[in-house]
């Protein structure tokens, strides 16, 4: 069965370093997610990116995140300067075609546990 | 804007009995869906049942199902014969199409054997 997957599964840094997370959507998939769950707290949406732009942002998606497709599989978050505070787990989902208005599933990946210094 | 609110941090069960965990949301948007997750201690997100908010009739999946009451704005999950891998965080939410999810915070289920 396909899945999402993601590297690394957990990271470690220095506060002010920059920080790429990598995700692997599943193939035929066209919308991708990011969301950012703090140890303990309720899972939060970051972006979503669809034909090859963000969609959406929430409020916690501030000038130092940026998404990227640099090619047809990988699907990546950067953190410019890293804060004690962007230490959580964070999730890259990817949903299927069925256009906009459809309820396809919203597949999870396993992950990636940043852990900043 | 969505808001989603899960009023029991934690519940507990004896195996083989039933349990249902509680879930009212808030949205502007007209066409939407609702959602159940589980995470397990590994915090892997795994889709339990969804609900398209246009249907009446309540969504099942084998031992999982809902109560939707879209006038109240309340999706609880029932969970029949309660068994040991269904301990989790459980995370009731609502999404609008191709929009971001909204989660609410969470309720921690605890299996007694």
């Known amino acids: 069965e396909p899945e999402v997957t993601q590297t690394p599964s957990h990271q470690v840094t220095q506060m002010g370093q920059e920080v790429i997370l990598r995700c692997v959507p599943i193939?035929?998939?066209?919308?991708f997610y990011w969301y950012r769950q703090i140890l303990g707290q309720k899972v939060e949406f970051l972006v979503s990116?669809?034909?090859?732009?963000?969609?959406?942002k929430s409020e916690i998606f501030d000038d130092q995140f940026s998404v990227e497709r640099p090619d047809g599989s990988n699907f990546t978050l950067k953190i410019r300067s890293t804060k004690l505070e962007d230490s959580a787990m964070y999730f890259c989902?990817?949903?299927?075609?069925?256009?906009?208005?459809?309820?396809?599933?919203?597949?999870f990946g396993p992950g990636t546990r940043l852990t900043v210094l | 804007a969505q808001t989603v609110t899960q009023s029991q941090p934690e519940m507990s069960v004896q195996e083989a009995e039933t349990v249902t965990l509680s879930c009212t949301y808030d949205?502007?948007?007209?066409?939407?869906?609702l959602f159940w997750y589980k995470q397990p201690p590994s915090r892997q997100m795994i889709l339990v049942i969804r609900?398209?908010?246009?249907?009446?009739q309540n969504a099942t999946e084998n031992r999982f199902s809902v109560n939707f009451q879209k006038a109240a704005k309340s999706f609880s999950l029932k969970i029949s014969d309660s068994q040991l891998g269904d301990a989790a965080m459980y995370f009731c939410g609502s999404g609008g199409g191709a929009d971001g999810l909204t989660f609410g915070k969470g309720t921690h289920l605890i299996i007694q054997p």
């Open positions: 990116f669809y034909n090859n732009e963000i969609s959406e």
């Open positions: 989902a990817s949903k299927g075609r069925g256009g906009p208005s459809s309820y396809n599933e919203q597949f």
């Open positions: 609900q398209e908010a246009y249907k009446q």
């Open positions: 193939s035929n998939h066209l919308y």
């Open positions: 949205t502007s948007e007209s066409d939407y869906y």
